[in-house]
Each structure stands twice: as structure tokens, then as C-alpha cells.
């Protein structure tokens, strides 16, 4: 099954503490999200990836901010099931290709996705995407890409989310608000679940 199709929200998640990521990440599947990104933002990462991937066998865990070969090694040998890149180059897109995993490239206008689409890949990131045009952009693209699909992320929010959702061509939704900082600080993973109910229930 297309990463797309898993849950309507992918939680885009950044870990400062490892210890963090398996608690996290069993509320959020708890909640009905199991596709979960973790961001290649801080260096924890590799390590919550390992350990998602080994304690929380019902998540999908993967890796996103991917922005070069040496990413995609240490994120497939940490466990990541999936690659998620904030843009794409020639280079990244050869990389990712090889890299043995399921992967959306991220993709701001209609040139980069056409690009992409010149390698045989319909399913991509549209980053970021309110600042890149939003829901009026990708129905634009609906059109002259109709067999493209996207999993726009960037600026999302849960009142805006079902109208994203709603387009045809978007599978599914990034979206930071599912593990706030505050929540992750105290430890209050009952709260990160709720979110990701209400989350799991847009579409």
C-alpha cells in the first residue's frame, strides 16, 4: 500500500531526547496515526528512529529533512521504513532511489514535480505548503498532473487540514501539531493521543 494511504496525517515529529520517542510514538498509534516522520533536525533522531523501529513494531517510523546520501544510509541502517526530503535535487532524487525504502521528494511548483515525474514517481511532498500556495496551488495542479499525488506539509493545521484532504489529489497531510513541545516536555502523552485521535478521524 502507497505511504499515502496509511493515515490521513503523518505526524512530522522532532525529537530533542530519545527518551521521548517510544512513549511518543505509542500514543500516536494508539491514537490511529502509525506513520510517523521523524526529522532529521536534531541529534537524537537517528537514535528515536532506532528505537521506534525496534520497540513500537506497529509504527511506520521514517525520516524526514533527507538532504543527501549520507541521510539516507544513516536513516535506513537506524531503521527508517520510508524518506521524506524538504526539496529535490538530480543527485538526492539517484540517492533516494537507491536507497531500498518507500520515499516522498519534496516538491514546491509545478517544474519540480514534473521533474520528478520524468523519473517514474507520482507520490511526493508538496513543502512548504501554505507558504508555496496552499489548497488553490495543488487543485491548480490537479489538471496537467492528474496522475501526481502529494502529501502537502508545511504550515498545516487541523482547521485546515479536511480541506486539503479533500482534494483529489492529496493522500494524506504532514502536520507538526500532533507532538507539542509542552506536552513532550511533561510527559503527557494522554494529550499527544488525543490529538492524534481528532487527527485520525478527519478523513
Known amino acids: 500500500m502507497s505511504l499515502l494511504d496509511l493515515a490521513p496525517v503523518v505526524p512530522v515529529v522532532v525529537v530533542d531526547d530519545a527518551a521521548t520517542a517510544v512513549p511518543l510514538a505509542r500514543a500516536l498509534v494508539a491514537g490511529g496515526l502509525p506513520v510517523i516522520e521523524v526529522t532529521l533536525r536534531t541529534d ?17 517510523v521514517g525520516a524526514g529533512t533527507v538532504r543527501s546520501a549520507d541521510d539516507i544510509a544513516a536513516a535506513v541502517a537506524a531503521g527508517s521504513r520510508f ?29 519540480e514535480a514534473m521533474a520528478v515525474r520524468e523519473r517514474g514517481i507520482t507520490e511526493m ?3 512548504p505548503a501554505e507558504v508555496a500556495g496552499g489548497v488553490p496551488y495543488l487543485k491548480a495542479l490537479s489538471g496537467p498532473l492528474a496522475d ?52 485520525s478521524a478527519l478523513r
Open 44 to 60: 537524537a533522531a537517528l537514535d528515536a528512529i532506532r528505537r521506534i523501529a525496534d520497540e513500537v513494531p506497529d509504527a511506520v
Open 125 to 127: 511532498k508538496f513543502f
Open 148 to 199: 501526481v499525488r502529494f502529501c502537502p506539509t508545511g504550515g498545516i493545521k487541523p482547521a485546515t487540514a479536511p480541506t486539503y484532504l479533500a482534494l483529489p489529489n492529496v493522500g494524506c497531510v504532514g502536520g507538526t501539531w500532533l507532538t507539542p513541545a509542552d506536552a513532550l516536555a511533561a510527559g503527557d502523552y494522554g494529550r499527544i493521543e488525543k490529538l492524534a485521535l481528532e487527527a
Open 83 to 111: 524518506l521524506v526530503s524538504p526539496g529535490t535535487t538530480p543527485s538526492l532524487l539517484d540517492a533516494l532511489l537507491d536507497g531500498g525504502v518507500p520515499f516522498l521528494p519534496g516538491v514546491a511548483t509545478a517544474s
